[in-house]
C-alpha cells in the first residue's frame, strides 16, 4: 500500500494487490486484520487499486471479504488491470482463452489421476504427487480443490470449466464493477501522473510481444541445450485429456490470428476426430475392449500384444501420459506471472527522483521486455535502466523465485546490479510454508544471498524468520545505509507476534518537508 | 502350412524405414535417400507387434484410448516387399520402423561386446520383504504412448514411451504448422532411446548422478550412437558425399540429428547439430569451434553430453580426413585439391567406403570401452581411459593413429582424465596388476577352473535347472559347481534345428525358445555372481588379518571385511559377464568380467537453503577383467569406497546442483531427508532430463 502526499489531509492511497497463498495456515485471518487496518488507515478509501495478475495469492483478499467492498466499508476510485485482462483486446482475449483451455485440461487430469491414484494404490504414489501439484497450480486460479477420494467424472463435460466463476475470477469482478474507472495499462502507456503530487507511474510490463510473454526462464546455456521443449505439443495434449470441454467451444473465437486448436481451420474439421492420430476407425477402443478375451483367442491379431500387455501390470502406462500435464501447468502458471502488470514510482522532478519498483510476479520475459524501453517526458529521456538505477525500494519479484529477478539481460548488466546499494527490499514470502509446496524454491538460496548483498541487509521479509537482517524499531528510525530513507515496524501485530506491517517513508525530494509515506502491508 | 524342407533358414530380414523422419519426404534433397533398407537379424519366432527375442513393441495409445492394430511382419506380402512402405498415417508402420530401429542397435552392440544385450534388472519386493531381481526378457517399445514432444526411457517400465505432438512453428516452410509429429518416426530418436536402455541395462549405476559427467554421458553417448548409425545407412552417405564433395567439415545432414522435431518445436533446424548449427536470426550456419574452457562452464546433462559429441565428431573428421587424403591425392592429379564441380561417382563410393570404415571402426571402439568402465562415478576422463585401454587390447597396432586423434580432439575439448600424470596412449592405459596385486587376486578369488567354467560354460552348459550355492563356499562346493555347470559334449548333443514351420504353434514355440536363450544367460550368471559372492565372504571368517583387509581396499576399493551387522557397506557381485569377441585380427578373444560393488550413506549438511540435512549414497566399486585361460587379473579398474576425496567431490557436485535446481532437483540427485525413508517414487529420470525442467511456482 502506497500513500503519496498531497499537501492536503488526505494523501493518495494506492493498494497494489491483496491476497495470500491458500497454504498459508491462519491466511484469512491475517487477511482480516491486514484489511481492517487498511479501512483505519485510509478511512476506507481506496484511490487506486492494483490488480497485478490472475494468481489467487495476489487477489484473494477482494474475493474472501468481498463483503467489505459490496458494504463500501472499502470503496474503489480507479482499479489498474493488465490489458491482459482487457476483454476488447483481441489479443489479451487469445490469451484468456488459451488460459482456460490449459485450465480445463488440468482440470480433467487432476480428476483422471484422483481416481488412479484411488485405484492403484502405492503404486500410485507419482500420480498422486502428480496431482497435489496439478491441484496447486488449479488453486493459484482461485479453483476448488479435488478431493482424492472423488470418482473421476471425465465424462461429464459440465464438469470441465467454465461453470462457476473461480475466486480469482470473482475478485477481478468484484474490482472492475465496484470501482469508479478501469484502466487497461500495458508498456505503451505514457507515464501516469498522480493528480497533487509530483510522482508519477511508469509502466513496464506486461509485454505486448508474445515471445517475451512466454519467456520465463534464462535462456542461456541449459535452455538451449535441452532435448525436448516442454512447451510443445501441449495443445494435443489438452485436447486428448479435455475433449468434450474444447468440443463444446471453450473458448471457441473467430479472430485467432495464429494457430492453435481453436483457429478456424480447425474449427472446419471435427474436433472430436481430432482427437485420433489416425482418425477414429483404426485400431479398437482401449475402453471397451476386453483385452483378456483377446490375449485368450490365439487367433486374434491382437492376441499376443494383448497378452504381453495384460501380463505385467507394473509395466503398462496407462496414466504416465498424464505427466505432459506437469509441463502445461508449469507453463500455464508461468505465462500467468508474465502477465504481471509491473509498475516503477518515481517520486519527485522527472528522471531525479526515488523510485519504487513493483515487480509482482513477472519472470525473464517481462524483465527483458522492458529492458530496452525509454520515455519521454517534455525534453527528458528516461530509460528504464535510468529507474533501476535510481530504486531504492525494490518489491522483490515473484517471492523472491530464481526467474523473476535479472541480474542481466544478452550479456548486459539489467535488474539487481543496477539497483542502488542500500536499497530496501520487500519480500512477500513464507519459506516454511513454501518449503512444503513442491517447485516452490522461495526464497531460491542464489537470489538471497545477491539480494542481502546488495541491500546492505535491508530486506523486510513477511515471514521474519531471517535473523541476519537489519529490522526497524517501533520508532521511526533512518534506515542504515540509505540516504535519507526512515522507516519502523507498526505497533500491531500478526499472531505470529511480528509486526503486521512495516512503514518506510521516502522524502520527496524537491519539496523537503514534504515526506512520502509507504506502508508495507505485507499482505502481498 | 508345412514346414520349407528344402528352403534354407533366412538369416537376415530386410525393412524398410525413414532414414531420417518423414520430413525429408518432401525435400527434394533428401527425399531420394529418405528410405533406407535397414538389414535385421531374422527371428523365427516373431509375433505380431512385432514381438521378438528382445522387445515387444506394444502399440497402446491411453491419451486418445487406443489399441492399433499390431503388424505382423511375417505375412506374405510383407515378407515379399521388404515390410511396409514408409507412411506417417499407418501405425503400422510406426512399430515396423520402431522395431527395425532397435534391432540395428542391439546387434550393434552385440557385434562390440562380444555378448547378447541383456535389459536392466527390475527390482520389486517380492513376498520375503527383500528385493527380488527379476529378468526381464523384453524391452517394451511403446511408439505412441505418450502425447507431447517428448520420448523417453523408463527404467521402472523397462520400456521405451514416445510421443507425438501438435507441430508449433508458424512458419510453413519448417513443415505443417499444428501438424502431428511421430518421435517414433525419427530414426535419431528411436536410437537415442534404446541406447539409454541398453547403456542402463550394462551399467545400472550410470543413471545415479555423482559428478556432472554421468547423466551427460548417458546423453551424449546415445547420440554418438545415433549419429554413427547414420554412415551405415546405404544410399545416405553416397549422397552427403556428393554434395559436400568429400568435405564432411561443410553443414550436412549426417551430423544432424532428429530435423523434424527440431523445426516443429519451432527452432528452425535440427535439435542437435554435431559440428555447427545455425545462428537462430540470421540463418547462417557456422562451425562449432573447439574450446577446452567449455566443459567447466557447462554443467548442464544436454550442454555437456554435446561437448562430448562435439569432440567425439572432431575425433572423425580428422580421422576421415587423414584416411582419404591419399585418395583425394590420387583424384586430383597428387594436388590433393579436387577441381571445381562434381566429383565422379567412383571417388564417392571409394570416399564413402572410407567414412564408413572409420565410423564403424570407432562406433565399435566406443562401445568396446563400456566393459571396460568403472562400475560406479563414471567421469568423462574414465571413459577416455577405458577407450584406450580398450582399444589397445582389441588392436593392438593402431597404424591409423584413431587413438591419438581422439585423444587428441579430446584434449581441444578440455576433456580429460585428472589423474594421470601425462597425456599418451601409454599413460592413459588403465595399470595392469603388479606381481603382489596379481598374488592377491589369485589368494582371494576362486581357483582358474571355477573361473572358465564362468566363462565358457555358456552355450554348451547341461541345463541342470536352478543351483543355489550353500551358505559356505568350500571344496565341496567348488565341486558341485563345476558339475552343475560342466559343459555337454556338442559332438553328441547336435541337434539339427528345423525350420520352424508358420503355424501359430510352430512360432510360438520358436518364440518361447528364443526367450528362453537369453534368460538361461542371465540365470547362470546370476548363478555365479552368488556363487563368486559366497567365495568372497567366507573371507571375513577365515581370517581377521587387518593387512589381507588393507591390501584388498588398496588394489579392489572394496572393503570385503566390512562389519556383517553394518548393511551400509555390504559389498555386492554385481555381475558376473563373460564375453566372447571377434579381434579385428580374426583372433578371438575371451574375458570374464567381474563386477563388485559396495555403497556407504552420508549426509550433506544442512546448509542447502537452511534446509534439513540430505542423505546421499557414496558407492564404490571395481571391474575385474579376468583373462579365463590363464586365470589371471588383466585388469582392475576401481573407484574406491574409502576415497575420501571423491567423496566430497560428489557431496560439493550434490550440494551445487540442489542450491542451482531447486530443493525439487534432489529428488532427481538421489537425495532424501534424512529421517524420512527413501520413497520409492517413480522419477523417470530421463522424462526430466530431457524436457531440461526445472520445478517451478506461481
Keep these: 500500500m502506497l500513500a503519496f502526499a498531497t499537501g492536503t489531509q488526505h494523501p493518495k492511497y494506492l493498494l497494489v494487490d491483496c491476497g495470500v497463498h491458500m497454504s498459508q495456515k491462519y491466511g484469512r485471518n491475517y487477511m482480516r486484520l491486514v484489511l481492517d487496518d487498511l479501512r483505519r488507515a485510509t478511512g476506507g478509501r481506496l484511490d487506486y487499486v492494483v490488480a497485478t495478475h490472475e494468481h489467487d495469492d495476489h ?23 493488465a490489458w491482459t485482462e482487457d476483454d476488447g483486446d483481441p489479443a489479451a482475449r487469445r490469451l484468456k482463452r488459451s488460459r482456460r483451455r490449459a485450465l480445463a485440461a488440468l482440470d480433467a487430469t487432476a480428476r483422471k489421476l484422483a481416481d488412479s491414484a484411488a485405484t492403484l494404490g502405492s503404486e500410485g504414489l507419482g500420480f498422486r ?102 512447451a510443445a505439443g501441449l495443445d494435443s495434449f489438452a485436447l486428448a485429456v479435455a475433449p468434450d470441454a474444447l468440443a463444446a467451444g471453450v473458448g471457441a473465437d473467430t479472430d485467432a490470428s495464429s494457430f492453435d486448436i481453436d483457429s478456424n481451420r480447425y474449427n472446419e474439421l471435427n474436433r472430436h476426430e481430432l482427437c485420433f492420430p489416425f482418425g477414429s476407425a483404426v485400431g479398437l477402443d482401449l475402453a471397451t475392449t476386453d483385452m483378456e478375451r483377446l490375449a485368450a483367442d490365439g487367433d486374434h491379431p491382437y492376441a499376443a500384444v494383448a497378452e504381453r500387455y495384460q501380463a505385467e501390470a507394473s509395466r503398462r502406462i496407462d496414466d504416465d501420459w498424464l505427466y505432459a500435464a506437469d509441463a502445461l501447468a508449469l507453463n500455464l502458471d508461468k505465462h500467468t506471472n508474465n502477465t504481471s502488470l509491473v ?182 | 502350412m508345412k514346414t520349407f524342407a528344402h528352403a534354407r533358414r533366412p538369416t537376415r530380414r530386410t525393412l524398410q524405414v525413414f532414414a531420417f523422419d518423414p520430413s525429408a ?89 562380444g555378448r547378447r544385450v541383456q535389459w536392466s534388472t527390475s527390482h520389486q519386493i517380492g513376498p520375503t520383504g527383500e528385493y527380488e531381481t527379476q529378468f526381464r526378457a523384453r524391452l517394451r517399445i511403446y511408439p505412441h504412448g505418450l502425447r507431447e514432444a517428448n520420448a523417453y526411457y523408463s527404467p521402472d517400465k523397462n520400456a521405451l514411451l514416445f510421443g507425438y505432438f501438435n507441430a508449433i512453428n508458424s512458419d510453413a516452410r519448417d513443415g505443417l504448422p499444428g501438424g502431428l509429429v511421430f518421435t517414433c518416426l525419427s530414426h535419431d530418436v528411436i536410437v537415442h532411446e534404446i541406447t539409454h536402455a541398453i547403456l542402463d541395462g550394462i551399467h545400472p549405476r550410470l543413471m545415479e548422478p555423482t559428478n556432472p559427467d554421468t547423466l551427460a554421458f548417458h546423453e551424449g553417448f546415445s547420440d554418438i550412437v545415433a549419429l554413427f548409425q547414420h554412415f551405415t545407412l546405404p544410399g545416405l552417405l553416397e549422397h552427403e558425399i556428393a ?52 566443459i567447466d562452464r557447462t554443467q548442464e546433462p544436454h550442454g555437456r553430453g554435446a561437448l562430448f559429441v562435439a569432440a567425439v565428431f572432431d575425433a572423425f573428421l580428422a580421422l576421415y580426413r587423414a584416411q582419404v587424403s591419399d585418395l583425394l591425392r590420387l583424384a586430383s592429379g597428387g594436388t590433393g585439391i579436387l577441381p571445381q564441380g562434381s566429383i565422379h561417382p567412383d571417388l564417392v563410393t571409394r570416399l564413402s567406403e572410407d567414412a564408413r570404415k572409420v565410423a564403424s571402426r570407432m562406433l565399435q571402439m566406443f562401445i568396446r570401452a563400456l566393459d571396460y568402465l568403472p562400475p560406479v562415478d563414471v567421469t568423462y576422463g574414465d571413459y577416455m581411459r577405458a577407450l584406450i585401454t580398450a582399444d589397445v587390447d582389441a588392436v593392438p597396432q593402431d597404424g591409423r593413429g584413431y587413438r591419438a586423434a581422439i585423444i587428441n580432439s579430446f584434449q581441444n575439448w578440455g576433456i580429460y582424465p585428472r589423474d594421470v600424470r601425462t597425456i599418451s596412449v601409454e599413460s592413459l592405459q588403465w595399470s595392469t596388476p603388479t606381481r603382489e596385486e596379481q598374488r592377491l587376486f589369485l589368494q582371494i578369488f576362486p581357483p582358474p577352473e571355477v573361473l572358465r567354467v564362468m566363462a565358457f560354460a555358456d552355450e554348451y552348459a547341461a541345463d541342470n535347472g536352478d543351483y543355489r550355492p550353500a551358505s559356505v563356499i568350500d571344496d ?48 547362470r550368471n546370476r548363478q555365479y555372481a552368488r556363487f563368486l559372492h559366497g567365495y568372497l565372504n567366507r573371507l571375513r571368517y577365515q581370517s581377521h588379518d587387518a593387512d589381507l583387509r588393507e591390501r584388498v581396499l588398496a588394489t579392489f576399493g572394496i572393503d570385503l571385511f566390512g562389519d556383517e551387522s553394518d548393511r551400509t557397506r555390504r559389498f555386492e557381485v554385481h555381475a558376473v559377464r563373460p564375453a566372447l569377441r571377434i579381434r579385428p585380427d580374426g ?112
Design chain 1, 59 to 81: 487477489l484473494s483478499g477482494f474475493a474472501n471479504f468481498a463483503e467489505d467492498f459490496e458494504s463500501q466499508k472499502l470503496s474503489l476510485n480507479e482499479v489498474w488491470l
Design chain 1, 129 to 230: 504427487a502428480l496431482a497435489s501439484r496439478l491441484d496447486n497450480i488449479r488453486q493459484y486460479f482461485g479453483e476448488a480443490p479435488i478431493p482424492e477420494s472423488r470418482r473421476a467424472s471425465t465424462a461429464d463435460p459440465a464438469a470441465g470449466r467454465g461453470q462457476a466463476p473461480s475466486r480469482t475470477q470473482r475478485a477481478l469482478e468484484l474490482l472492475k464493477r465496484k470501482a469508479a474507472a478501469t484502466r487497461f495499462l500495458g508498456p505503451e502507456c505514457a507515464p501516469i501522473k498522480f493528480t497533487g503530487t509530483n510522482v508519477r507511474a511508469y509502466v513496464l510490463g506486461p509485454p505486448r510481444d508474445e515471445s517475451m510473454l512466454k519467456k520465463s526462464d534464462p535462456s542461456s546455456g541449459p535452455g538451449k541445450e535441452t532435448y525436448l521443449t516442454s
Design chain 1, 343 to 524: 509498475l516503477a514510482f518515481e517520486i519527485g522532478t522527472p528522471g531525479q527522483g526515488a523510485v519504487l519498483l513493483f515487480a509482482a510476479d513477472a519472470q525473464v520475459g517481462s524483465w527483458a521486455s522492458w529492458s530496452t524501453k525509454s520515455w519521454q517526458i517534455g525534453r527528458r529521456n528516461i530509460t528504464s535502466a535510468d529507474l533501476l538505477r535510481r530504486t531504492v525500494v525494490y518489491k522483490v519479484g515473484h517471492h523472491a523465485s530464481h526467474n523473476a529477478t535479472l541480474r542481466q539481460v544478452d550479456g548486459r548488466e539489467f535488474g539487481l546490479p543496477l539497483m542502488s546499494d542500500g536499497v530496501v527490499g520487500l519480500i512477500p514470502v513464507d519459506q516454511h510454508t513454501a518449503e512444503k509446496l513442491p517447485g516452490w524454491d522461495m526464497p531460491a538460496p542464489e537470489l538471497y544471498s545477491a539480494l542481502r548483498t546488495k541491500s546492505r541487509g535491508n530486506l523486510l521479509r513477511s515471514d521474519d524468520i531471517d535473523e541476519h537482517l537489519t529490522v526497524p524499531r517501533r520508532r521511526w528510525s533512518d534506515v542504515p545505509g540509505a540516504e535519507r530513507l526512515r522507516w519502523r515496524a507498526s505497533r500491531h501485530e500478526k499472531s505470529s507476534g511480528s509486526p503486521l506491517y512495516y512503514e518506510i517513508s521516502v522524502p520527496v525530494p524537491t519539496a523537503g518537508s514534504r515526506r512520502l509515506k509507504k506502508d508495507v502491508e505485507d499482505g502481498k
Design chain 2, 25 to 113: 519426404e518432401l525435400d527434394l534433397d533428401r527425399a531420394r535417400v529418405n528410405v533406407a533398407n535397414l538389414d535385421i537379424r531374422w527371428e523365427d519366432g516373431l509375433l505380431p507387434g512385432p514381438i521378438g527375442e528382445y522387445v515387444e513393441v506394444i502399440d497402446v495409445d491411453p491419451a486418445s484410448g487406443r489399441i492399433y492394430p499390431p503388424v505382423d511382419l511375417n505375412e506374405p506380402h510383407l515378407l515379399a516387399s521388404r515390410g511396409l512402405a514408409p507412411s506417417e498415417g499407418t501405425p503400422q508402420f510406426h512399430q515396423q520402423m520402431a522395431y527395425a530401429v532397435a534391432m540395428t542397435t542391439i546387434e550393434r552392440f552385440e557385434e562390440a561386446l
Design chain 2, 243 to 294: 554434395r559436400t564433395r568429400g568435405d564432411l567439415e561443410q553443414e550436412s545432414m549426417l551430423a544432424d540429428l532428429a530435423v523434424q522435431f527440431g523445426m516443429a518445436v519451432g527452432r528452425r533446424q535440427a535439435l542437435r547439430r554435431a559440428i555447427g548449427s545455425k545462428d537462430e536470426t540470421t540463418g547462417r550456419w557456422s562451425r562449432l569451434r573447439a574450446d577446452p574452457s567449455l
Design chain 2, 476 to 523: 565341496d562346493e567348488i565341486r558341485r559347481f563345476l558339475a552343475h555347470f560342466r559343459r555337454i559334449d556338442p559332438q553328441k548333443h547336435w541337434r539339427d534345428d528345423e525350420p520352424p514351420g508358420y503355424t501359430p504353434q510352430e512360432r510360438r514355440n520358436a518364440f518361447d525358445a528364443a526367450a528362453r536363450r537369453r534368460e538361461r544367460d542371465f540365470e
Design chain 2, 587 to 698: 583372433r578371438t578373444s575371451y574375458d570374464l568380467l567381474v563386477i563388485l560393488t559396495q555403497r556407504e550413506k552420508h549426509r550433506v549438511d544442512g546448509e542447502v537453503a537452511g534446509a534439513d540435512d540430505w542423505i546421499y549414497r557414496f558407492r564404490g566399486g571395481c571391474t575385474l577383467l579376468i583373462d579365463p585361460l590363464s586365470g589371471r587379473l588383466r585388469y582392475a579398474i576401481k573407484k574406491s569406497i574409502t576415497a575420501e576425496g571423491r567423496r566430497l567431490r560428489q557431496e560439493a557436485f550434490l550440494r551445487g546442483r540442489v542450491l542451482a535446481e531447486g530443493r525439487d532437483a534432489a529428488a532427481r540427485y538421489r537425495l532424501w531427508r534424512s529421517g524420512a525413508e527413501a520413497q520409492r517414487v517413480s522419477q523417470e529420470p530421463f522424462r526430466l532430463v530431457h524436457l531440461g525442467m526445472r520445478g517451478a511456482a506461481p
